[in-house]
């Protein structure tokens, strides 16, 4: 049974992403609301890559995938499959069954994978290094899927992290404006989610 490719994980996460570029890329002409309505939607489907993309790649790591640059993962036992693998994190060592897993901060993500990949493993340094960005990546993106009070309070936070005011700044304006930043932070969070996925399976071309 050949071993599952993290680069098949790679190419197939940054080709969305480079979607969602071309989107916004297309719709810079387009009137405010539908821009604005675009960059919201962007914004929710690149944290849905990165879930997916993320949780795969550690099951992968746990099938005995190697990484892109020939090294191999430290892992505690190779699993003969990516649901074995989803299975042993929800259960193994564990003095409760989880059941879910979550892939949306750097804490979750590595109390994920603690009983089955080593933390001194790459993917875990790639978790703990990324985490800020992964963390103001899914932020924002509660807020634009829920706009609840909650998520609302964390959005202010980053938008003070930024822009070191407490003001409530509209999401549109966040995402697509460049004004007091170097590059908008749509684009900012579509590239850093290029070089994460890259980082996790050690592609450095």
């Known amino acids: ?40 939607m962007a914004l929710i489907r690149l944290a849905s890559i990165l879930e997916i993309s993320i949780a795969e790649i550690s099951y992968k790591i746990c099938c005995g995938a190697s990484y892109l640059d020939g090294t191999e993962p430290k892992i ?29 901060r750097s804490k979750e993500i590595r109390d994920s994978v603690c009983f089955v990949i080593d933390k001194s493993d790459a993917f875990i340094k790639t978790t703990e290094n990324h ?18 009070q909650s998520s609302r309070t964390h ?28 590059k908008p932070n749509i684009d900012r969070y579509l590239a850093s989610s290029n070089a994460l996925i890259k980082s996790y399976v050690k592609y450095d071309k």
């Not at 480079?18 to 297309?26: I, P, R």
């Not at 992964?134 to 807020?143: A, C, D, K, L």
């Not at 822009?163 to 304006?173: A, M």
Request: glycine residues 4%; aromatic residues 8%; without cysteine.
């Open 76 to 104: 505690f036992e190779k699993y003969r499959s990516m649901a074995a693998a989803r299975t042993a994190m929800l259960g193994k060592d564990r003095k409760k069954m989880r059941q879910s897993l979550k892939w949306n």
């Open 131 to 148: 985490g800020a960005t992964i963390s103001e990546i899914f932020t924002v993106r509660n807020y634009a899927a829920h706009r609840s």
């Open 1 to 40: 049974m050949p071993k599952p490719s993290l680069e098949v994980t790679r190419r197939r996460a940054t080709g969305e992403i480079d979607k969602l570029f071309d989107a916004l890329h297309l719709s810079a002409n387009s009137d405010t609301r539908l821009r604005s309505h675009i960059a919201e």
């Open 155 to 182: 959005y202010k936070k980053v938008v003070k992290n930024i822009y070191g005011t407490d003001r409530l700044i509209p999401l549109s304006n966040f995402l697509l404006s460049s004004k007091l930043v170097s």
